[in-house]
């Protein structure tokens, strides 16, 4: 399949007035969302990588932060707020999670902006970047920190041996669902402050609540591997990440992002059908500015 496409398909969206009949800030958010997708599926794949290795790097951060604040007050809640962190540097440092691209970048293609090979190139290279991104953090940190062991070894067996059943196939729905719903927040404001705060409550949630993450868990599970302690081999990781990654997936396209479309469902229409016009040849009129 080619990814040749009408400039005028994937050009950003003008947010005037007249081109849209709903201006509320409902349909302002999902016009920006709409091509903030379609600019991160165009990116190159090197750069999808290693957006996707710094994000499992700044994780790694937050899981530190995590360990020695539990470590030091003996409160998993301020442990889990302190996991926060590692979120809030993927924020401001522009990174990528696998469960972040659940929203923003299926919603270009179901507006019609880009193909769908694009968005699975998109999904496989980024969560390809934070496994790399995984192993290289846990490798510094089991080395830096011997006393973290038998942390690492107890979570990594928790995870790996964790039986797919309806509890935790709904948990690991609730991880989509939460990183989701994050991005979501982030789409309806273009100041810093809120962003942090969506992205630290995303980030307790993803710690505090015992909800199944793949990639998060997937640390843990390196962690215990590279120790050399845990009694567990690169199988057991295989055999628990593709339906974890597979119920994030679910979770996040089920219960936020498909509610979200039907929601400005008016927008992603006028979006897809003056796709299919450009598509068609029939390029609208330059904007008169």
Known sequence: ???????TQNAPIDCREDDVTDTDGLSEA??????EGTERLARPPAALLVTGIMGSLEVGVGLLSEYIVTASTGSEMLGSL????????I?????????????????????????????????????????????VIMALLVVAYPDMHPHLIEEARHYALMPIDPQHVILAALGGM??????????????????????????????????????LDTLFIFGGLFTGDSGLVFTDWLSFVWWVALANLIGGLGLVSALRF?????????????SSAAARGHTPEPAQR
């Open 91 to 135: 924020l401001l440092a522009h990174s990528e999670l696998f469960t972040e691209g659940f929203l923003v970048p299926v919603s270009s293609v179901v507006a019609g902006k880009m193909p769908l090979h694009r968005l699975i190139r998109f999904w496989a290279i980024t969560f390809a970047g934070n496994i790399i991104g995984a192993a």
């Open 82 to 89: 302190a996991f926060a962190i590692g979120l809030v540097i």
């Open 30 to 35: 999902m016009i920006k969302q709409i091509n």
């Open 178 to 215: 939460f990183l989701t719903l994050v991005t979501r927040m982030h789409q309806f404001t273009d100041e810093v402050v809120p962003m942090i705060i969506a992205s630290t409550i995303g980030g307790f949630l993803l710690s505090a609540t015992g909800i199944v993450h793949s990639i």
């Open 1 to 7: 399949m080619s990814d040749e496409h009408d400039p």
């Open 262 to 274: 039907v929601q400005a469902g008016s927008v992603v229409r006028e979006q897809k059908n003056g």
